[in-house]
């Protein structure tokens, strides 16, 4: 079946980097475009960045846009979200997902299931 499996979580001061992983398995990642998400306390879970099958195109949410990036390493099954210039304000738990598409603003429709998460925490 389905899992996608995040890590790379933690806490981190204000101004400090995280760099998430996402291992999936049971589907054909190298066919698949893949996008993080984002889930604070009390909040909707928003999209936060999406990236091609190929990697060649990749998209941002503008709060994140010129701090975080994502790429993907096709032959083991993995994306990665590298978190730079971190705020209070994206404490989060980040969840990857397969996605229908990656828009300019982000990614678009969620398909099937969700990992664990990833618990991000910025704070001093």
């Known amino acids: 079946q389905v899992q996608l499996v995040e890590s790379g979580g933690g806490l981190v001061q204000p101004g400090g980097s995280l760099r998430l992983s996402c291992t999936a398995s049971?589907?054909?990642?190298?066919?698949?475009?893949m996008g993080w998400f984002r889930q604070a306390p009390g909040k909707e879970r928003e999209g936060v960045s999406c990236i091609s099958t190929g990697g060649s195109n990749a998209n941002y949410a503008d709060s994140v846009k010129g701090r975080f990036t994502i790429s993907r390493d096709n032959a083991n099954n993995t994306v990665y979200l590298q978190m730079n210039s971190l705020k209070p304000e994206d404490t989060a738990v980040y969840y990857c997902?397969?996605?229908?598409?990656?828009?300019?603003?982000?990614?678009?429709?969620?398909?099937?299931?969700w990992g664990q998460g990833a618990q991000v925490t910025v704070s001093s």
């Open positions: 049971g589907f054909t990642f190298r066919f698949a475009t």
């Open positions: 997902a397969r996605i229908f598409r990656c828009i300019a603003s982000g990614p678009d429709r969620q398909l099937g299931s």
